[in-house]
C-alpha cells in the first residue's frame, strides 16, 4: 500500500481531573492512507473523540497528549507551530462534529460564513469565493439561492450539509467525521451518506468515520478499527472486522447489531458496563465483561497484533502471551 497520509504511532491522551488521570486513549496506533475510509467504532466513552481532536491537536485541557507521535505527510504534527497548524487544520483536514450543525453563526448567511472560510485562506476575490460557495452548496444537494439564508431557515439535514460543504470548501485530503449524521433521521442521513459517498469518488479525500453504527460503516469504510476504554482493540478490513470478528469484544458489538442482509434475530447486547478510566484494572481492560477470558487475561495487557490476513486482534485468546503458551 502506498505511504499512510495520517499516521498515529502509540498516541496516548490523558485527561487530568481532579481524582487522577484518565486515559482516554492507550497507545494507539492507526494509519490512514490517502483517499481511504478508515471508521472507528465502540461504546460511548471509549475515547473515539478524544482521538479525533487529538489528530488535529483541537482537543483542550484537561486533555494532554501525554505520548506518541502523528505524523501528516511525513510532517510531525505535534510540532508544528501555530500558523502551521492553523494552515494544516484548515487546508489540509477538517472536522465535520454531529453537533456542527449548530456552530453555525446564526445571524450570518450561510453564503457569508462559506465565503468567510475561502477568504481566510485562498487568494481569490469574494465574487470567486461566492460562486464557490454556491458551487459548493449544490455539490451537497442545496440550491444555490440558499447562500442568503440565516441557519434558521435550513432544516438540520441542510444545516449539516452546509457544514459538510464548508468542510471542503478547501479541499481538504482528510476529513474527520465524528458522528456527523447521528442526530439526523434516517432518510436525512441515507441522502447525506450517498452525497458523501459521491464527492469522495470526485475528490479523493480520506475520511476518519467515528459513529455507533456499524452496518452503515460497513457500507462505507475501507477498514474498521473498534475502541474499548482507550484501546484499539481489533483493526481491519471491514469485510474482516464485521464477518470474522476476533476480538469478544468486536463479536459483542457486531452481535448486537441488526444485519443489513441477514435474517432477523434477536440482538443481545454485551452484558456489564465499561470499564472506570481513573480505575482500570491490571491486565486486560475488558476481562470482567469477557464470556472467554483466561488466567493471562488478569495479569498481562493483550498487545494489538496480526489476527490473519488484513487483521488486527488485542486478546489473548488470539495471540496467547508467552506465559499462556508455557
Ligand atoms: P467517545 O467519543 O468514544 O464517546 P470520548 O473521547 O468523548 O469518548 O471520551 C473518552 C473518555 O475520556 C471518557 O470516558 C471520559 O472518561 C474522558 N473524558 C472525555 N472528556 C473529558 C473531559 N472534558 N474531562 C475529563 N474527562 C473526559
Ligand atoms: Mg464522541
Same mark, same amino acid.
Given at each position: 500500500?502506498?505511504?499512510?497520509?495520517?499516521?498515529?504511532?502509540?498516541? #496516548?491522551?490523558?485527561? +487530568?481531573? *481532579?481524582?487522577?488521570?484518565?486515559?482516554?486513549?492507550?497507545?494507539?496506533?492507526?494509519?490512514?492512507?490517502?483517499?481511504?475510509?478508515?471508521?472507528?467504532? *465502540?461504546? /460511548?466513552?471509549?475515547?473515539? #473523540?478524544?482521538?479525533?481532536?487529538?489528530?488535529?491537536?483541537?482537543?483542550?485541557?484537561?486533555?494532554?497528549?501525554?505520548?506518541?507521535?502523528?505524523?501528516?505527510?511525513?510532517?510531525?504534527?505535534?510540532?508544528?507551530?501555530?500558523?502551521?497548524?492553523?494552515?494544516?487544520?484548515?487546508?489540509?483536514?477538517?472536522?465535520?462534529?454531529? /453537533?456542527?450543525?449548530?456552530?453555525?453563526?446564526?445571524?450570518?448567511?450561510? %453564503?457569508?460564513?462559506?465565503?468567510?472560510?475561502?477568504?481566510?485562506?485562498?487568494?481569490?476575490? !469574494?465574487?470567486?469565493?461566492? /460562486?464557490?460557495?454556491?458551487?459548493?452548496?449544490?455539490?451537497? *444537494?442545496?440550491?444555490?439561492?440558499?447562500?442568503?439564508?440565516?441557519?434558521?431557515?435550513?432544516? %438540520?439535514?441542510?444545516?449539516?450539509?452546509?457544514?459538510?460543504?464548508?468542510?471542503?470548501?478547501?479541499?481538504?485530503?482528510?476529513?474527520?467525521?465524528?458522528?456527523?449524521?447521528?442526530?439526523?433521521?434516517?432518510?436525512?442521513?441515507?441522502?447525506?451518506?450517498?452525497?458523501?459517498?459521491?464527492?469522495?469518488?470526485?475528490?479523493?479525500?480520506?475520511?476518519?468515520?467515528? #459513529?455507533?453504527?456499524?452496518?452503515?460503516?460497513?457500507?462505507?469504510?475501507? !477498514?474498521?478499527?473498534?475502541?474499548?476504554?482507550?484501546?484499539?482493540v481489533e483493526?481491519g478490513?471491514?469485510?474482516e472486522v464485521?464477518?470474522n470478528p476476533r476480538h469478544p469484544?468486536t463479536q459483542?458489538?457486531?452481535?448486537?447489531?441488526?444485519? +443489513?442482509?441477514?435474517? !432477523?434475530?434477536?440482538?443481545?447486547?454485551?452484558?456489564? /458496563?465499561?470499564?472506570?478510566?481513573?480505575?482500570?484494572?491490571?491486565?486486560?481492560?475488558?476481562?470482567?465483561?469477557?464470556?472467554?477470558?483466561?488466567?493471562?487475561?488478569?495479569?498481562?495487557?493483550?498487545?494489538?497484533?496480526?489476527a490473519g490476513?488484513?487483521h488486527e486482534a488485542?486478546c489473548?485468546l488470539v495471540t496467547?502471551?508467552?506465559?499462556?503458551?508455557?
Amino acid at each position: 500500500m502506498n505511504a499512510p497520509l495520517l499516521s498515529c504511532r502509540d498516541v #496516548s491522551v490523558d485527561y +487530568i481531573v *481532579g481524582g487522577g488521570t484518565a486515559r482516554a486513549c492507550n497507545r494507539v496506533s492507526l494509519d490512514i492512507h490517502p483517499a481511504e475510509t478508515v471508521g472507528l467504532a *465502540g461504546e /460511548s466513552g471509549c475515547g473515539k #473523540s478524544t482521538l479525533a481532536f487529538a489528530i488535529t491537536r483541537m482537543h483542550n485541557a484537561p486533555a494532554l497528549i501525554s505520548e506518541g507521535q502523528i505524523l501528516y505527510d511525513g510532517r510531525d504534527v505535534l510540532a508544528m507551530t501555530p500558523a502551521e497548524l492553523r494552515a494544516f487544520r484548515w487546508a489540509e483536514t477538517a472536522m465535520v462534529f454531529q /453537533s456542527a450543525m449548530n456552530a453555525l453563526n446564526p445571524v450570518i448567511t450561510i %453564503g457569508e460564513q462559506i465565503c468567510d472560510v475561502i477568504l481566510a485562506h485562498r487568494p481569490v476575490t !469574494r465574487d470567486e469565493a461566492w /460562486s464557490r460557495g454556491e458551487e459548493l452548496l449544490s455539490m451537497v *444537494g442545496i440550491a444555490r439561492a440558499r447562500m442568503s439564508a440565516y441557519p434558521h431557515q435550513l432544516s %438540520g439535514g441542510m444545516r449539516q450539509r452546509v457544514v459538510i460543504a464548508i468542510s471542503l470548501a478547501l479541499r481538504p485530503r482528510l476529513i474527520v467525521m465524528d458522528e456527523p449524521t447521528t442526530a439526523l433521521d434516517v432518510v436525512v442521513e441515507r441522502e447525506i451518506m450517498d452525497e458523501l459517498a459521491q464527492l469522495k469518488r470526485e475528490y479523493g479525500f480520506a475520511i476518519l468515520f467515528i #459513529s455507533h453504527d456499524l452496518a452503515l460503516m460497513g457500507e462505507i469504510c475501507d !477498514r474498521i478499527g473498534i475502541m474499548y476504554a482507550g484501546n484499539l482493540v481489533e483493526l481491519g478490513t471491514a469485510a474482516e472486522v464485521l464477518e470474522n470478528p476476533r476480538h469478544p469484544y468486536t463479536q459483542g458489538l457486531v452481535g448486537s447489531f441488526p444485519s +443489513i442482509h441477514g435474517p !432477523r434475530t434477536r440482538l443481545h447486547g454485551i452484558p456489564g /458496563s465499561p470499564v472506570n478510566l481513573l480505575d482500570l484494572p491490571q491486565g486486560c481492560n475488558f476481562q470482567d465483561r469477557c464470556p472467554a477470558r483466561i488466567a493471562a487475561c488478569a495479569r498481562v495487557a493483550p498487545h494489538l497484533l496480526p489476527a490473519g490476513l488484513g487483521h488486527e486482534a488485542a486478546c489473548h485468546l488470539v495471540t496467547p502471551p508467552q506465559e499462556a503458551r508455557a
